[in-house]
């Protein structure tokens, strides 16, 4: 199709490998009685049931069928819960998932390679099953980083363009009625000020009507952030949280928000006065309902996630609920520069170390990242009815859709490709000044090699995970009447667990890996 660049054919070209070597892995048979395979692929999400995935999936599986004799299903680990279902569904054993949908640095990808819930990959496997997948990440290098013990562990989502740094959702609109200058808001604890409008003007709404398990500690490292030049340490997490980081002033020095920046205290002083003031509801640890769609409908002053959600959702769905609202985002690390592109491997792919059928997912996996008609119908659904395409080329969506009821749901986010992606008419349309400004002042996360061997404080990190659990979300919606006094228990308690032991080890790993590396 002319409105794509195609890059494949001079990867493999590049390397040697001849167009029959690549579509011979497709003429597998299915199972022993010559039916299609079965192959589950494991998501992130909340299932979709508005009919439209599984008419996406009937019209991608009669493809799939003549490509590979495969099926494709998919199970949905849904954002209730989610860290700890998708946890235990990796370790449960369940040999009827194949494919897994992984990450290093929120899905716990080196924590479950090392647990044994991925098969390792050989390169022989990988050039027979998934030959154009191996021939685009072997170029751009990138085998390296996947493996754990000199074994692949998974497949990098390394050719997509993204960035997935986290911030407020606000209303322009409102923020220049509360007195911002153009409506921008340009640091964290501003926020203040637009809630106390919020709060005073629009009585039926929340200033931040917020879930609590959906806010990944946002009312602290939203603030930290911003405050420090501290980075979260990636894949070494401590159940839900992740508590080492590294500063840019001491490359090589693992440190800790949690433990040792002042800044905690301010950020947790912060939420009390955001608690205090009113800005959720008063169960916002526990809530859990959709506040997303609370904000489309104007009932929050602010939401929070990616700029990715930002460009691809947030701006058309509130010039079209909330028209005049004037959609802005403040990412965090806004006020410093302390943010970073996205690692290549923030999305990435594994298969099950208990799939029946190893090979063959890795053929129906080629198939969806490498088969542009097989691309489009998993991403994108049935043109015509799940989306449309205009004259010039981009993505766009039949008269009265509405992303929050028609969405597909597939969330296929391991194994994107900047090449078979459309520009979409319902971007914002200052995506590429957004890019831009972030490009000026977005760092690489230089760790992404950094391997640490946390067999022997595995233990520690768990009961790490449980003091934070006890103490973080108290923290972050301001619910201690001493928030200094919290933090300082907090963290005697986290010395008694053995915090240090679990520092010093991880210092040992970073000390080795430093001899090979350098930080820029």
Known sequence: MSHRIIKGAAVVAALGLSAGALAGCTADSGDDSGKPTEIT???????PTNGRLEAMLDKLNEKLVKQANAKLDLFYVEWADWQTQYNLQLLSGDDNVDLITTATDWLFAWENADKGAFLPLTEDMLKENAPKTWAQVDADGDWDLTKLDDQIMFIPEDN?????????FYRGDWATEAGFANGEITKFEDFTKYFEWVKANKPDAYPWDVAGATTGEATLTGYLQGHTDLATLQGVSAGNYAPFQISSSDPYEVSSWYMDSDELVDAAELAKEWNDLGVWREDAINYDGDTREEFYAGLSGVDQHHTQTYIGNIVNNMNTKQPGSDPKMFYWGQENGNVFKDIKTHGAMAVSANSKHPEKALQVYDLLRNDEEDYDLLNFGIEGTDYILTDDGKLTYPEGYDSSTDSLGSNFWAGRMDEFEYPKATDAPNKDEIYANLDKVAGDYPYSTLIV????IDPT???IGGVLSEYIPQLEFGKFDDPAAAV???RQKLKDVGFEDARASIQSDLDTWAEDHKVD
């Open 41 to 47: 692929m494991l998501v992130l999400g909340d299932k």
């Open 160 to 168: 997509y363009t993204q960035y997935t740094n986290h911030g407020f």
């Open 453 to 456: 061997n946390k067999d022997a």
């Open 461 to 463: 990190l768990a009961a």
């Open 488 to 490: 300082a228990e907090m």
